[in-house]
């Protein structure tokens, strides 16, 4: 199996066959933070469509400074991050078609349905910037300093991102107790 570094040679020399593997490699896991990112499975698409796109376009740049699927990951998030904004241009859909445009297609009948259904409205309310975070740590598995490589931003932000952006769902999700909950220090 060729490698990503070797791809990426091969698609900027003009490769067809290197830059459709390359994409399709990279496809599953952009969609899935575009899905995160985004909310729904329209918006999703069109994310990740705009991504491979921008992607594709911007190929002949790529340095290798940093990882292909971590520059990967920094397009996709520009391109949610794009979509959010247009989003708020748009009217949102209202009643059943909300929900159902909320739900991805393979996540129908499975027992896992309601928990994520919860988690993805949270995410939802959180801002971009922390919901980018929380996304590409808890759910893509990124390490601190690819995160900060995508979202071009010092570690220290990350850090700060990560848990504003946890605490925030964790309030949404009912999770936190509140500081008049919390034991003080005269009662220990």
């Known amino acids: 199996?060729?490698?990503?570094?070797?791809?990426?040679?091969?698609?900027?020399r003009g490769d067809r066959d290197a830059?459709?593997?390359?994409?399709?490699?990279?496809?599953?896991?952009?969609?899935?933070?575009?899905?995160?990112?985004?909310?729904?499975?329209?918006?999703?698409?069109?994310?990740?469509?705009?991504?491979?796109?921008?992607?594709?376009?911007?190929l002949p740049r790529f340095d290798a400074r940093a990882r292909f699927g971590t520059w990967c990951y920094r397009v996709a998030v520009n391109a949610c991050l794009d979509e959010l904004r247009r989003r708020r241009r748009r009217p949102e859909p209202i009643g059943d078609e909300r929900l159902a445009a909320t739900m991805p297609a393979s996540a129908a009948g499975s027992d896992a349905v309601a928990d994520r259904m919860v988690i993805d409205e949270a995410l939802r309310t959180i801002t971009p910037e922390f919901r980018a975070a929380v996304v590409l740590r808890d759910l893509c598995g990124l390490e601190y300093t690819e995160i900060a490589e995508v979202l071009e931003v010092p570690i220290g932000t990350v850090r700060s991102r990560l848990a504003r952006g946890r605490g925030a769902l964790a309030d949404?999700?009912?999770?936190?107790?509140?500081?008049?909950?919390?034991p003080s220090r005269d009662d220990a």
């Open 1 to 12: 199996m060729i490698g990503d570094a070797a791809l990426v040679e091969r698609a900027q």
């Open 172 to 182: 949404r999700l009912g999770n936190r107790t509140t500081s008049a909950d919390r």
């Open 19 to 58: 830059l459709e593997s390359l994409l399709r490699g990279q496809y599953d896991r952009l969609h899935a933070l575009c899905w995160r990112m985004t909310g729904n499975e329209a918006d999703a698409a069109d994310a990740t469509q705009e991504a491979l796109i921008a992607i594709t376009r911007g």
